[in-house]
């Protein structure tokens, strides 16, 4: 009896999933099978195939002709239908992308023939995880095809919405490859990397970094966090690490990238001069089978090296050297056809030395070492064709020390005449007040002893299908882990002896370490040292369900529930030390919905009303709930004329702790973010999708630390900003003048136009337009103005007569923001392109605070000085690939960044006067331009507005690959 065959034909949706990205490692392929009259086929049995899976995974329709494939790792799948006992290709390759959900309409036609041919097909450039929440997806095929800066972070930057944030002078060189998303600080994203979270415990940045060759995918969703594994203010970056396969496979590379074609850089006398960088990397990585079709290995290595040659303010040449060591090992097994297991390592440890303060006089130079750590173990089963589960454990390390180039006294030189930086040495005669100097004109300002992390982190999740329901129960736990030890440099063990103005004699010290200003006519030293440690314990339970009403229509609606204790040292002796959030206090709802009207899957209306807690960073249980060190010393000047120290200070006019006493709102909520986003995706063509999204982000409940002084010192309380104090909250005693608050806002809108996908077989594209407004008196867990990351403690709250005037435009505000790369591939020769143009920044004026120092005291309000101008790059990379032999092949590569090198400010000076005062200036306080010593303006500051960073220069990045 002949055997009949049938000839199919299959439509393919890209639609919008109801799972989120964030967190998982996985995603999911479900469809509807029907006949050629459209009738659902039953029981029908559906094949994935994929050089990613250890086995092929199968499923069976149900009665409605719906099947589901859970669970699979990212990259590209066949289909096929086991008919009349025999598997049956359909259509064209698939690729199913990280957290997403790839829907596949399948409808027979009728018998034909005895054979059919397989059909083949290409991939998105980009899948986008959810339209509502702004989400762009990269695989490694796209990403290493174009000219990026070779760390996972830089891919982010390419997301909409994404901005550099950090401004001139960060407080770490690493600082600047975490991006703003959404409207956020740079320390308010999540990393996930093979779902475990390895965001720093203690700072709320990525806590480890990973080379291109190490990384299979990477989602990043700027629109918040889903309801079921938790929430950031800021985005999510989720990444999967490659692994191994059936085939023997692996490569050699190399890179060295320098500024050979840079004219030379403008200057700045503040923020000095980059003078030539040379970077080199060597590294490898080979996967395999350990035993076919039942366990992989992935392994892989890479160093990298750098040499930043720059000037400082002051004219004089410094190197930084900088060397790091990436490692990863994957295993992935299985346990069983349904089964699989997954362990990684990862490690990034490196050493940077001679890093600079360029604004500083003289050489300030600080060394760090740092080393991070993650192991992760996953367990994912398919239970049957409707059900699920995935399990996860897993441990974060990292261990940070700093030290200075000499353990030295710091100095700031405040008088009028800047004579004692001048007097040193270390400035010449036109020296401005306000310098950075130590003693001999070369040193550090900080020593870090310890500074340790721990999270351990274990997780699960349970995927149900029922009828038209998907139903998801999760549940969380984590203990995360902060050791701190550091202080001031130029630290004094023994006491020393003076006297105050009576002649009494007065003992100073021991001094932890030594932070001297300097006035005309007194000297103050500040001892910051701090000892101590924080810890947190978080717990969380969701539930979600994606409901299916009809076809087209996707509904998702969730509820995360949490609970948060965090302690420091110093809680068990001080109750009031501590931080709780019960399950009421982090309730987090979420509502998605999806609607394809024609039920072709080229059009899309889509809405989310969603919001997400912060993960509170350990910085502030291990300073604000722990012992701390910080006293206040005002000296008359030395007699003799020599620079004042802990061991010859001076005659003592007066004295302050800092922080005696400290406590915890006991109505403190939560920082949260709500956001709204509604909008349409369409598909244009064969292979274009373009979305329009409307955000709304407003942040919630900001943290802040207030101070109320006292006799006995400043008193610190932890509390939601905003209303009117009487008494002092935390000793309950009155004040001598009430003190009135405004609350902390922030809220981000934006316009988001965002075309993707293959307009050609061989051609790659994602373009998107930005239109956006950043704004409010609350930057986030990041301070710009004083470069100061300290979680909750940025002190922009601490004064209430500096709080006016410090809302406006937030300083990352770029109002449009147009991003556009691609790739072109042939078989001799593959180039990448990325454009990027963006509008400036917003310019504020600034005064002097006779305790915070210059740039401390807003002037007019913040953006009222203008923008910087627009800044625009062009990137270029050129790949020849070479075939040696067999699969052997050889690609030789050029990368050069800023093709037209463009040198364009991208940070002024904003210090409007150095004159000082306790309150905010009003718009008319005479500075800038035009004023300083000889005018009718002395205290002026002619500098302001003149530039002090400018782009990255032209680099060109050559290097080869060896594939096999």
Not at 38 to 58: D, Q
Not at 375 to 393: G, N
Not at 849 to 859: D, F, K, N, Q
Not at 919 to 936: K, M
Request: proline share 6%.
């Amino acid at each position: 009896m002949k055997m009949l065959r049938r000839r199919l034909s299959v439509a393919l949706q890209m639609l919008a999933a109801a799972a989120a990205a964030e967190g998982q490692t996985t995603g999911s392929l479900t469809g509807t099978l029907a006949d050629a009259e459209g009738r659902p086929l039953r029981l029908v049995e559906v094949v994935a195939i994929s050089p990613h899976l250890l086995a092929a995974r199968r499923t069976l329709s149900d009665e409605r002709g719906f099947f589901s494939l859970r669970l699979l790792p990212p990259g590209s799948y066949r289909l096929a239908l086991v008919l009349e006992d025999r598997p049956q290709p359909v259509g064209d390759e698939i690729v199913v992308a990280l957290g997403t959900e790839t829907r596949v309409e399948i409808r027979l036609a009728a018998a034909l023939s005895e054979e059919t041919d397989a059909a083949t097909g290409s991939a998105d450039v980009a899948t986008t995880v959810d339209p509502a929440r702004g989400a762009l997806n990269l695989r490694s095929t796209t990403f290493e095809r174009l000219p990026i800066d070779r760390s996972f972070q830089m891919i982010t930057f390419f997301a909409p919405g994404a901005v550099e944030a950090v401004g001139p002078k960060p407080p770490s060189p690493s600082l600047g490859e975490n991006p703003s998303l959404g409207g956020s600080s740079v320390a308010e994203n999540r990393y996930l990397v093979d779902g475990l979270d390895v965001t720093d415990p203690a700072f709320g940045v990525a806590g480890l970094s990973l080379p291109f060759e190490f990384v299979q995918e990477i989602a990043v969703v700027t629109g918040g966090a889903g309801t079921l594994d938790g929430g950031a203010p800021g985005g999510v970056v989720n990444l999967v690490t490659r692994t191994g396969s059936d085939q023997h496979r692996g490569s050699v590379f190399g890179y060295r990238t320098d500024d050979r074609l840079d004219r030379q850089a403008p200057a700045s006398p503040l923020g000095g001069r980059f003078v030539s960088v040379a970077e080199e990397e060597l590294g490898g990585e080979a996967g395999g089978p350990i035993a076919r079709e039942r366990l992989w290995y992935f392994a892989a290595a890479a160093l990298r090296g750098e040499d930043l040659r720059r000037e400082t303010g002051q004219g004089l040449a410094v190197t930084t050297t900088s060397e790091r060591r990436f490692l990863a090992g994957k295993l992935t097994g299985r346990a069983g056809e349904r089964r699989q297991w997954t362990a990684t390592l990862l490690g990034d440890s490196g050493r940077r030395e001679d890093e600079p303060l360029l604004d500083a006089a003289g050489l300030v130079l600080q060394d760090l070492d740092r080393d991070a750590l993650a192991a992760h173990l996953r367990f994912d089963s398919v239970l049957d064709s409707r059900s699920a589960l995935e399990v996860a454990a897993g441990n974060y390390r990292a261990r940070e020390r700093e030290r200075p180039a000499a353990d030295l006294p710091s100095y700031v030189d405040l008088t009028s005449d800047s004579r004692w930086v001048r007097a040193e040495g270390c400035a010449g005669d036109d020296a401005v007040p306000g310098l950075f100097f130590v003693p001999g004109c070369r040193g550090g300002w900080f020593v870090r002893e310890r500074g340790d992390r721990d999270a351990v982190e274990v997780k699960g999740r349970l995927s149900l299908l029922r009828d038209r329901h998907e139903l998801e129960l999760g549940a969380q736990i984590r203990r995360l882990h902060y050791d701190d030890r550091w202080h001031r440099a130029g630290g004094v063990a023994e006491s020393t002896w003076t006297t105050d103005l009576s002649g009494a004699p007065v003992e100073i010290g021991p001094v932890a370490g030594q932070g001297w200003y300097l006035f005309d006519d007194s000297a103050f030293l500040i001892e910051r040292a701090h000892d101590g440690w924080g810890r947190s314990e978080e717990a969380a339970l969701a539930l979600a369900d994606v409901w299916r009403p009809r076809d087209g229509l996707t509904l998702r609606a969730g509820l995360r529930l949490a609970a948060v204790r965090q302690e420091g040292s110093k809680s068990a002796a001080d109750a009031r030390r501590r931080l709780r959030f019960d399950p009421g206090d982090l309730l987090a709802p979420g509502l998605n919905i999806a609607w394809d009207p024609r039920g072709r899957g080229r059009t899309t209306l889509f809405a989310l009303y969603e919001r997400s807690f912060e993960s509170v960073p350990l910085d502030l249980a291990a300073n604000f709930f722990s012992s701390g060190r910080q006293q206040l010393w005002e000296f008359a000047p030395n007699e003799d004329g020599r620079l004042p120290t802990a061991e010859s200070p001076g005659i003592l006019l007066d004295e302050w702790v800092i922080q005696s006493a400290v406590a915890v709102d006991p109505h403190l909520e939560p920082t949260s973010v709500e956001q709204v986003a509604v909008g349409l995706e369409q598909q244009l063509g064969r292979s274009l999708r373009l979305t329009l999204r409307a955000l709304r982000r407003d942040t919630r409940g900001a943290i802040e630390d207030l101070y109320f002084w006292a006799e006995d010192g400043n008193h610190a309380y932890l509390t939601n900003p905003g209303g009117r104090y009487e008494t002092d909250p935390v000793t309950g005693e009155p004040l001598a003048e009430p003190v009135s608050l405004p609350s902390a806002w922030r809220r981000y809108r934006a316009l988001e136009t965002v075309l993707r996908g293959r307009p050609g077989d061989a051609w790659d594209l994602y373009a998107s337009w930005v239109l956006s407004r950043a704004e409010g008196n609350y930057q986030g867990l990041y301070w710009r103005e004083n470069s100061e990351l300290y979680p909750h403690s940025t002190g922009a709250f601490n004064d209430p007569a500096l709080v006016p005037g410090s809302a406006g435009p937030q300083p990352f505000d770029r109002t449009h923001q147009v991003k556009v790369f691609a790739t072109r591939s042939w078989r001799w020769l593959s180039t990448g392109t990325v454009f990027r143009w963006f509008t400036g920044t917003p310019i504020s004026r600034f005064g002097s605070h006779p305790l915070y120092g210059p740039g401390m005291r807003p002037v007019g309000d913040r953006g009222d000085g203008g923008r910087t101008p627009d800044v625009w790059s062009l990137d270029f990379r050129l790949e020849l690939p070479l075939r040696l032999s067999g699969a052997l092949e050889l690609s030789l590569v050029a990368d050069l960044f800023n093709v037209t090198d463009q040198h364009r400010a991208t940070a002024v000076d904003e210090l409007w006067t150095w004159a000082e005062a306790l309150a905010s200036g009003p718009p008319d306080e005479c500075g800038g331009p035009g004023t300083g010593p000889g005018t009718s303006c002395p205290a002026g500051n002619p500098s302001w507005g003149e530039p002090t960073a400018f782009q990255q220069p032209r680099v060109v990045r050559l290097g080869a690959r060896l594939r096999w």
